[in-house]
């Protein structure tokens, strides 16, 4: 990392002993530069999700977009095939996201 002093304040990381001029990676602006290899700053935190629990409603609604999207095979991803026929596909992504959504149902499923 190639940062300035002030985001090195910031985020508390260590002071380099050879510091260059530069636009730091952290603020974009030209300054006098720490360039302190990543392995060497302490991991970023990630942010710490309440917890948090749903309605019924919200439930409902979550079980009937999956249902939704299964039942009526909802497609993201449209191509013309050349001979006047569209053909709709899902993506990896789509299935995936999918897959994850019923798998969480399930698991709320069994757990309540
Ligand atoms: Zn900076």
């Known amino acids: ?3 300035c002093d ?3 304040v910031k985020n508390d990381w260590p002071e380099s002993f050879s510091k260059s001029m530069g636009n730091c ?3 974009n602006e030209p300054a006098v530069c720490n360039d302190v290899p990543s392995r060497n ?3 970023p935190t990630k942010p710490v999700l309440k917890a948090c629990t749903i309605n019924e409603k919200q439930w409902q609604i979550f079980k009937d977009l999956v249902e ?3 039942e009526e095979n909802v497609s993201d991803e449209v191509a013309d095939d050349g001979d006047g026929c569209i053909d709709e596909w899902r993506s990896a992504k789509f299935q995936i996201l999918i897959k994850d959504a019923k798998m969480m149902l399930s698991h709320l499923e069994e757990s309540s």
């Open 41 to 43: 700053l302490p991991a």
């Open 25 to 27: 990676e952290m603020c």
């Open 68 to 70: 939704y999207l299964e």
């Open 1 to 3: 990392m190639f940062y």
């Open 6 to 8: 002030d985001c090195r």
